[in-house]
Each structure stands twice: as C-alpha cells, then as structure tokens.
C-alpha cells in the first residue's frame, strides 16, 4: 500500500498563491502517476492535473491550465501542486492519489485538504 499525507491548505484572498504537498510512504516504487483532484461543496470530484513519477511531463485540466503546476521531489516521495492566481470558485477539499502503472484508475487517496479562496 501507499500512504499520502497531505499539507498546504489553508485561507487566501483571491488573487494569492498556495502551495500543495503529498508526501507518500509504503510502497512508493509502485507509483506510476500522481494525481490532483477536488471537490467543493455540492459538486462532484474534479480532476485538476497529474504528473508520472518517473517523468516531468505534467497534465492539467482546463480550468487550471496557466494557474496551477504539478511538480515532485522523488528523493523526498512528495508531490506539489503550486496553485497561482487563485479564484474563490477554486475553493474545495483538495486531494492526492496515486496508481501503479497500467492502472485505470487512482488506488490511493490522501486525506485532503481545504482550500478557501476568498474574494
């Protein structure tokens, strides 16, 4: 199993900055992608962008492109999602997950965190 443990969230005025962690522990040799997600209240989870473990090649959704990046340290087994320009419509509990390769979906979730953007 992997563990994820997430840090970062917190309150910020439109316009601001934060920055995301998610340390993982466990079997991390099995980490094939780290993904990004959130939910807000009363919406359903959406996905806000992933990175491979072994490669720097980002992806991201529409409605983050520009804004957030994805970034990991693999000495440290962390991931980062770096959220600039932020938006009160980007406030939600927001989460890691991992999958091994070859899987359709995420098998692993951090616990999450809120972000509350304020206008």
């Known amino acids: 199993q992997v563990q994820l443990v997430e840090s970062g969230g917190g309150l910020v005025q439109a316009g601001g900055s934060l920055r995301l962690a998610c340390a993982a522990s466990g079997r991390t040799f099995s980490i094939y992608a780290m993904g990004w997600f959130r939910q807000a209240p009363g919406k359903e989870r959406e996905f806000v962008g992933r990175?491979?473990?072994?490669?720097?090649?980002?992806y991201y959704a529409d409605s983050v492109k520009g804004r957030f990046t994805i970034s990991r340290d693999n000495a440290k087994n962390t991931g980062y999602l770096h959220m600039n320009s932020l938006k009160p419509e980007d406030t939600a509990v927001y989460y890691c997950?991992?999958?091994?390769?070859?899987?359709?979906?995420?098998?692993?979730w951090g616990q999450g965190t809120q972000v509350t953007v304020s206008s």
């Open positions: 990175i491979t473990w072994s490669a720097d090649n980002p």
């Open positions: 997950a991992t999958k091994p390769r070859g899987a359709a979906g995420y098998d692993f």
